[in-house]
């Protein structure tokens, strides 16, 4: 029986990595791949992994020749990208029970500033991630920071008076960020679980799509983007004759 090749990552040591080269079209059509890069830069592969969240493949901003199967462009199509803001707050101390790590609130409309996460729990610092999800958290992105960050202490004063000013405050947009155009992918009413995989489905075995919203199991999940990757890893390993050790 013939022996395969495995192959172990460790690192990225020695791999050419290239930031800032945000891709404008990927061609198929030839013997390989041929990406062109939004300065018209064009790059070669024999094989691309396209990790991109949904909402930017929903957006068009990623040009496929020839164009995507169409079981593939109605999974894209169909399936739904949602939204959940966060905003961390950093304070000087803490003023919430310190084995507290889920905080629920009924805010004065639905879904406004829900659940609160303390990370003081698992990193020692006070340091408070509060949510927004929905209707409410597609208005906090037309809100500058310092309005976000007010009404952030003004749910916290809800639940426990006066509170202080935060030292430092980072505040999200996934929904106008045009690297993710939204949080992370569901099925709405009238698509199916079973998109997700015709979203993973390989093209000519080229073209290899990874991401939450391409794992049937763990969609929405850190671990099915990373268990996706690992997936296509193995699909051109083995399209090589190779395997992969992702241990």
């Not at 930031?19 to 064009?42: C, K, M, N």
């Not at 949602?82 to 803490?94: R, S, V, Y």
């Not at 099925?187 to 993973?200: C, K, N, R, T």
């Amino acid at each position: 029986m013939p022996t395969r090749a495995v192959t172990r990552y460790s690192s990225a040591e020695g791999l050419d990595i290239r930031t800032g080269h945000g891709v404008a079209r990927i061609d198929y059509s030839g013997p390989g791949v041929v990406l062109t890069t939004a300065a018209g830069e064009t790059l070669g592969a024999t094989f691309v992994v396209v990790t991109v969240p949904l909402g930017v493949l929903k957006k068009g901003t990623i040009v496929f020749t020839p164009a995507l199967p169409r079981a593939k462009q109605r999974a894209i199509d169909d399936l739904g990208m949602g939204l959940l803001n966060k905003t961390c707050l950093l304070f000087d101390d803490i003023f919430w029970p310190p084995d507290v790590e889920l905080m629920g609130y009924v805010g004065a409309e639905p879904g406004q500033w829900a659940e609160t996460v303390s990370l003081y729990p698992y990193t020692q610092q006070p340091i408070l991630m509060m949510f927004n999800a929905g209707a409410y958290a597609v208005r906090t992105e037309a809100m500058a920071d310092a309005q976000v960050v007010s009404e952030a202490l003004a749910a916290l004063e809800g639940m426990y008076g006066s509170v202080p000013p935060p030292r430092d405050a980072h505040v999200t947009r996934w929904r106008s960020d045009p690297w993710s155009y939204g949080s992370y992918s569901y099925v709405p009413v009238g698509s199916s679980f079973a998109q997700h995989a015709e979203l993973a489905a390989p093209i000519d075995g080229r073209v290899f799509l990874a991401g939450e919203a391409t794992h049937e199991e763990y969609p929405a999940t850190v671990h099915g983007a990373f268990l996706s990757g690992v997936r296509a890893a193995r699909r051109i390993a083995a399209s090589v004759g190779s395997t992969i050790d992702a241990s």
